[in-house]
T-cell receptor
Framework: NAGVTQTPKFQVLKTGQSMTLQCAQD?????MSWYRQDPGMGLRLIHY???????DQGEVPNGYNVSRSTTEDFPLRLLSAAPSQTSVYFC???????????FGSGTRLTVV | GDSVTQMEGPVTLSEEAFLTINCTYT??????LFWYVQYPGEGLQLLLK?????DKGSNKGFEATYRKETTSFHLEKGSVQVSDSAVYFC???????????FGDGTTLTVKP
């Protein structure tokens, strides 16, 4: 089925470890974004991309890196995990023009 | 910068009651406005949208009207069902910026 695929669904990391959250979409969308969702704080934008090779920082970029080498993929890298990065992470893609975004099912990350 | 303010929850209603969830926004330019719904353990799903002033978005009995003069986009439903229990997010998007700004979400619980 067409959509946004995130892997893994669950992950436990130790403080200081690094990892990559994967995001892939098959709808040929130009725009892709990463958000984190924390209780009582809604969704906060981490990084976003308006096309292959173009990325920009969002509201809370510190501790995260992204790259966009293809239209389909937009991985999020945690450089050195900290307990403050315990959250649910959502990837989204869209084509702009007021059409809205399609979200993945999320990655629940716990850093101990 | 852009911002979205939603009425604080949680909101608890009896089945068949009338629902209103208030949403106001601050933005430069002329953004598109959206309501998303999130069911437990899932990602966000686009519920409805409006791309210009006075547009009414509607879906599954929910509706919202883009009011530029009051910078509002309130969500309404005439008769809620238990299956409408979820978290609802108001959001705006600058059509060509490649990102969205979300409110904090409002949790709706509908009791039989």
């Amino acid at each position: 089925n067409a959509g946004v695929t995130q892997t893994p669904k669950f992950q436990v990391l130790k403080t200081g470890q690094s990892m990559t959250l994967q995001c892939a979409q098959d709808m040929n969308h130009e725009y892709m974004s990463w958000y984190r969702q924390d209780p009582g704080m809604g969704l906060r934008l981490i990084h976003y991309s308006v096309g292959a090779g173009i990325t920009d920082q969002g509201e809370v970029p510190n501790g995260y890196n992204v790259s966009r080498s293809t239209t389909e993929d937009f991985p999020l890298r945690l450089l050195s995990a900290a307990p403050s990065q315990t959250s649910v992470y959502f990837c989204a893609s869209g084509s702009g023009g007021g059409r809205g975004y399609t979200f993945g099912s999320g990655t629940r990350l716990t850093v101990v | 910068g852009d911002s979205v303010t939603q009425m604080e929850g949680p909101v608890t209603l009896s089945e068949e009651a009338f629902l209103t969830i208030n949403c106001t926004y601050t933005a430069t330019g002329y953004p598109s406005l959206f309501w998303y719904v999130q069911y437990p353990g899932e990602g966000l799903q686009l519920l409805l949208k409006a791309t210009k002033a006075d547009d009414k978005g509607s879906n599954k009995g929910f509706e919202a009207t883009y009011r530029k003069e009051t910078t509002s986009f309130h969500l309404e439903k005439g008769s809620v069902q238990v299956s409408d229990s979820a978290v609802y997010f108001c959001a705006l998007s600058d059509n060509n910026a490649g990102k969205s700004t979300f409110g904090d979400g409002t949790t709706l619980t509908v009791k039989p």
